[in-house]
């Protein structure tokens, strides 16, 4: 199976766990939501520091970053103030010391981890893990953020199977994001069920996305996928 589960890790800041293609013979309840193509970008919350760490995937990154440090204006511009608004408000949010937010940093012409960096950029949130709490289920981030515009945008709730899985990938009916900043080539969806501490994910792209990619990248499309 190549369903992944969310554990908690021990790291400096909390990473994001790779997420395995579809699986086989899953029929659970689960929200798939818009898999937009750009760069993890998390960004840790301190309750004394406010947000004070900013990462890709493996490493961590400051203003200075040639490739990432415009994220961090810019998440300060669409993000932080109404953020910390919330986590300072809430009577559950504020109990945490630190919670990470994950969010995906892209452009219209962004591709497989590729940016233009003249191309204008946005950051979609798609993940909250408060720490020793583990990733909120699906339901409790759209509880919490889903009145935030530039979320994850849910694509179907319902049960895990074939059909929905034939029809990602047969892009029918076609995946079209309502974000400002749109891209070309829908890349797919990423499928999110369970809660607690048995949350389990995987991803399903488009077939044109992955012709695409083996245009791009011939010699290691299959790394990128």
């Given at each position: ?66 490739w990432f ?41 962004s591709f ?114």
């Amino acid at each position: 199976s190549n369903i992944i589960y969310f554990k908690s890790f021990g790291d400096f800041m909390k990473t994001y766990p790779s997420i395995g293609g579809p699986a086989s013979g899953h029929k659970k309840p689960m929200t798939a939501f818009f898999k937009y193509d750009g760069s993890n970008i998390r960004v840790e919350f301190d309750r004394k520091k406010g947000f004070c760490k900013f990462g890709t995937k493996k490493n961590m990154f400051d203003e200075t970053s040639e490739w990432f440090g415009p994220a961090i204006p810019l998440f300060h511009e669409m993000w932080g103030e109404k953020l910390e608004s919330l986590i300072r408000k809430d009577k559950h949010l504020k109990t945490f010391q630190k919670i990470t937010f994950f969010f995906e940093y892209f452009g219209e012409k962004s591709f497989a981890g590729w940016h233009d960096v003249a191309d204008p950029k946005t950051l979609v949130l798609f993940d909250v893990n408060p720490l020793k709490k583990g990733f909120m289920c699906p339901k409790e981030f759209l509880d919490y953020f889903g009145h935030f515009e530039n979320i994850a945008e849910v694509v179907y709730e319902g049960n895990y199977n074939e059909p929905f899985v034939k029809s990602i990938m047969q892009n029918d009916p076609p995946l079209i994001s309502k974000l400002a900043i749109k891209q070309p080539i829908p890349e797919g969806v990423v499928c999110k069920g369970g809660e607690k501490h048995n949350l389990w994910a995987c991803k399903v792209k488009t077939a044109i996305w992955k012709e695409e990619l083996k245009k791009r990248h011939p010699e290691d499309w299959e790394e990128l996928m």
